[in-house]
């Protein structure tokens, strides 16, 4: 059974689910990164990717709009703009295209 932060993460908005809505697919990933936001830099976990963006955890104090750098020491930063935030949980829209995500980290994680 899945989790209540789980079922709000993904309630459906329009009569479609964010699976449904999502251009690029997810893959759920265990992944040690930071984010740099204008408050300073702050530890994360990458809960999934994809070459549209991810899903965070992070204790950060950060809201929909603000605009943040994912860095990832294996890959470098991608700019991101946070999509939504609660619960120690966010999910970020990558601002760069999806084919320069691909190049960064696609040899590591078939996007």
């Known amino acids: 059974m899945r989790s209540t ?11 479609a689910s964010p699976a449904d809505r999502r251009q690029h697919k997810r893959k759920p990933v265990l992944w040690a990164a930071r984010i740099e936001t204008q408050d300073g830099p702050s530890d994360c976990i990458i809960l999934d990717l994809s070459l549209g963006g991810a899903k965070l955890r992070s204790a950060a104090e950060v809201a929909a709009q603000d605009m943040i750098t994912l860095v990832i ?14 619960s120690g949980k966010m999910g970020v829209r990558f601002v760069d295209a999806p084919d320069q995500i691909a190049h960064i980290i696609g ?3 078939p996007l």
Request: glycine letters at 14%; a negative charge; charged letters at 25%.
């Open 107 to 109: 040899g590591s994680l």
């Open 73 to 86: 020491d294996r890959f470098g930063a991608l700019n991101a703009e946070v999509m939504w935030a609660r």
């Open 5 to 15: 932060d789980a079922l709000q993460d993904e309630q459906v908005v329009g009569g």
